[in-house]
């Protein structure tokens, strides 16, 4: 039988096969080849009785996130709050970096509307939307935007993430319909620390399954090749056909379209010049860590 894994703790994996989850111990082979399961994976298992099955086989996956470890991620909504606390706007767009990294497609949520009447012009919200993301407006506490979270999380395999506070928790025990996180308080008491110590689980929700995370205020990427940052831009794609040069870093080359269209306001002026700041940052670092 064909399953995925949505939980595992102390050497046991939860495969959940349709409705029914199967507790399952993996394969010595998998000791082996240093290859272990992971929450997300798609297996097969073989099945005894009592519920109790053998992890058989991992099938390819389609991406790995690192924290929390979850693997064949499809879909990430990226939370952040419109105050309290404030959009990190760097870390947003390191957020969306990592979404392109993995092949991730995105939906951008800015909770907390209720707590700015000015949320309308936030600069975030204006450059995200520039940037062709979906994006929606929420407050969770009002249940305002649920619907449209829920109608994206169907047949997804999907990520909350975003900074401490902002509400991730929230949102999802709104559509879950039960306390499945914990919230408020007692997360922003503990911060980081809370979650990670704990396993991370694949909740059924809207004939999809989706992963809270712990809120985090930085995040780590690696680049193989100044090349390759270009491509996490999806808004610059069909103007880079257009520059003179092929290989056109969109920096300070001549006749760049990239650049053209940041003079139009076409390409938005801070995702422009995030993207120069990656490129000196890949440049600057010996390790190209940034
Ligand atoms: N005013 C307002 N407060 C909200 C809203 N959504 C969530 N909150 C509050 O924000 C606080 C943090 O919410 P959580 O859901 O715990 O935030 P989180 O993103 O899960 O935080 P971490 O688990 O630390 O990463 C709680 O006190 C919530 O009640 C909203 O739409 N408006
Ligand atoms: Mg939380
Ligand atoms: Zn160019």
Redo the contacts with the bound molecule.
């Keep these: 039988m064909d399953g995925i894994i949505i939980k595992g703790i102390a050497g046991f994996y939860y495969v959940k096969v349709n409705e029914e989850v199967f507790e399952c111990k993996a394969r010595g082979k998998f000791r082996n080849t240093g290859e272990s399961p992971v929450v997300g994976d798609r297996v097969r298992i073989s099945v005894m009785d009592n519920m109790k099955g053998t992890i058989e086989d991992i099938y390819e996956r389609k991406n790995i996130l690192k924290r929390p470890i979850v693997s064949n991620i499809s879909k990430a909504f990226v939370?952040f709050a419109v105050k309290h606390p404030d959009i990190n706007v760097d870390l947003l767009n390191k957020f969306l970096i990592q979404c392109e990294m993995n092949d991730i497609d995105v939906v951008v949520c800015f909770?907390?509307v209720?707590?700015d009447n000015d949320y309308a012009n936030n600069i975030a919200i204006e450059m995200v939307k520039s940037a062709g993301y979906d994006t929606l407006i929420?407050?969770?506490?009002e249940g305002l935007g649920i619907e449209e979270i829920k109608k994206r999380l169907k047949d997804n395999i999907s990520v909350f993430c975003?900074p401490?506070?902002?509400?991730?928790?929230?949102i999802l025990n709104i559509i879950a319909g039960y306390e499945a996180m914990e919230?408020?308080?007692i997360?922003?008491r503990l911060?980081r620390g809370k979650?990670t110590t704990r396993h991370s689980e694949l909740l059924s929700v809207e004939s999809g399954l989706v992963v809270d995370t712990?809120?985090f205020s930085n995040l780590d990427i690696t680049f193989d090749e100044k090349q390759e940052i270009q491509q996490y831009f999806p808004e610059f794609r069909s103007f880079i056909e257009e520059c003179r040069f092929k290989g056109c870093m969109h920096f300070k080359e001549p006749s760049c379209a990239v650049k053209e269209a940041v003079e139009q306001g076409e390409i938005n002026e801070n995702r422009y010049n995030f993207y120069l700041r990656l490129l000196e940052e890949y440049e600057k670092g010996g390790n190209k860590r940034w």
């Design positions: 939370v909770n907390k209720d707590l929420l407050n969770a506490k975003g401490s506070g902002v509400g991730k928790s929230t919230t408020g308080k997360s922003d911060r979650h712990p809120g």
